[in-house]
């Protein structure tokens, strides 16, 4: 679900897992907009499964902080998140920086967002 990796002075690194779906997205955004006040990071490789609701849920937040002057960031995006966000359209929009590695890049076969990410050994 969602939990609390790291916090600072700076703000906070949450640690997403499990289904983000519309089942489970109310009780995310419960426990995601404590941390809207300051800097978030969510950190997304936990994630395994996510549909349309849970891309809703990282972009209110992301518009919710940018609307308060803080910053929302995605980390370490998951193939379920990267999958999401390609379908789409706004892997590229959201100005997280991308990395995935050469095997991940054969798994993902991105359709929209093609030229968007870094790749890494």
Known sequence: MLQIEQESNQGVILKASGSWTIDQVAGIWKLLTPHLHGNVAINAEGVERMDSAGLQILLMAKKNAN???????????????????????????????????????????????????SLYE
């Open 67 to 117: 609307d308060a002057g803080n910053v929302f960031k995605i980390l370490n995006h998951s193939i379920a998140v990267l999958k999401i966000m390609d379908l789409s359209g706004v892997l590229g929009s959201l100005r997280d920086q991308i990395r995935i590695s050469a095997s991940e890049k054969e798994a993902l076969k991105l359709t929209y967002s093609r030229k968007r990410y």
